[in-house]
């Protein structure tokens, strides 16, 4: 079982510029010996017979190749905007510009 002291918690908050009250080091002390139990606990499993893992489910690739495919008519496209300005989308200014 992994302890880490209050002092050391409040050091810790001290170096990040944390201000916390004793409740809340009271708290993250107990949420840090939670932490460091379940990294003592992974230490334990992770022996020199267990291959190193960047991710638990194998991935692989999912992207196509790319192909040349008709293309949408841009009158149709346009037609079902609200707007529409010279071959292009017309929205509503957003900036503060005249």
Do not use: W, Y
Not at 50 to 66: F, Q
Request: aromatic share 2%; glycine share 4%.
């Amino acid at each position: 079982m992994h302890t880490i002291p209050k002092e050391e918690v409040a050091r810790i908050a001290g170096l990040a510029r944390l201000a916390l009250t004793d409740e809340e080091i009271e708290r993250m002390t107990g949420e840090f010996d939670v932490i460091a139990n379940a990294i003592d606990r992974v230490s334990e499993i992770a022996t020199s017979d267990v291959p190193a893992t960047s991710h638990p489910i194998p991935l692989t690739n999912v992207m196509r190749e790319d192909e040349v495919k008709e293309c949408i008519d841009r009158e149709s496209v346009l037609a079902c905007a609200p707007e529409s300005e010279n071959g292009r989308f017309l929205v509503p200014q957003i900036l503060g510009e005249e």
